[in-house]
């Protein structure tokens, strides 16, 4: 599992009428409190989705999600994480 493969379950999901309308949603202008973030256009319900898929995706590929710039990928980083400790697998300890 990999990151990269993260990305691409969320890209094939992306909707480019919600990348478009979440800048401004989440005030992501010029001098605004998240200016420079980047949409991909994914809905939370199908980031869980996927961050369920992935919550065995070791923790070195989870970094790099919260590393992106885009706001999405970020987000599922932080669901896998959650289902992580949810699921209390062998990889929990890695995470508390």
Known sequence: MAATEVKAEL?????PAK?????RFFKAGKG???EGDRFVGVVV??????AKRFHRLPLSEVRKL??????????TALLILAEKVR??????AEVV
């Open 11 to 15: 890209q094939a999901v992306r909707n």
């Open 19 to 23: 990348a478009a309308f979440y800048p």
């Open 32 to 34: 605004e409190y998240a």
């Open 45 to 50: 319900p199908e980031q869980r989705r996927i």
């Open 66 to 75: 919260l590393r992106s710039p885009f706001h999405e990928y970020r987000n």
């Open 87 to 92: 699921r209390g697998d062998e990889t929990t």
